[in-house]
């Protein structure tokens, strides 16, 4: 964030909760929009300022159905024998990394 400083969050798709879009009346005249994202537990969030409207619409829709996939994954392998310590990690793309390439 910042034009001057840079900064880079990144969490776990499977430790996302929820995500939120929302516009002032100034990013609505220009068509723009701010996407923010929520991990689980006490973690800080992370907002992505300025996008346009579709493109924040997508990538809500894209990281939710991430969210469900995982979701179902979780609940699918709780009635399975425990995976290998080496797979245990199920889903290690970030949100960041979403961001970069939503049509994935």
């Not at 537990?41 to 996008?51: K, W």
């Amino acid at each position: 964030s910042g034009v001057l400083w840079r900064s880079v969050k990144a969490f776990p798709f499977n430790r996302v909760q929820h995500t939120k879009l929302d516009s002032t009346p100034l990013d609505r005249r220009f068509g723009l929009s701010s996407l923010s994202v929520f991990p689980a537990g006490a973690g800080a969030g992370l907002r992505i300022r300025g996008l346009g409207q579709e493109t924040a619409g997508r990538l809500r829709v894209y990281i939710s159905e991430r969210i469900e996939a995982d979701g179902e994954t979780d609940s699918r392998d709780t009635d399975a024998a425990p995976a290998p310590v080496a797979h245990s990690e199920t889903n290690s793309e970030t949100a960041s990394e979403a961001a970069e390439d939503p049509g994935r």
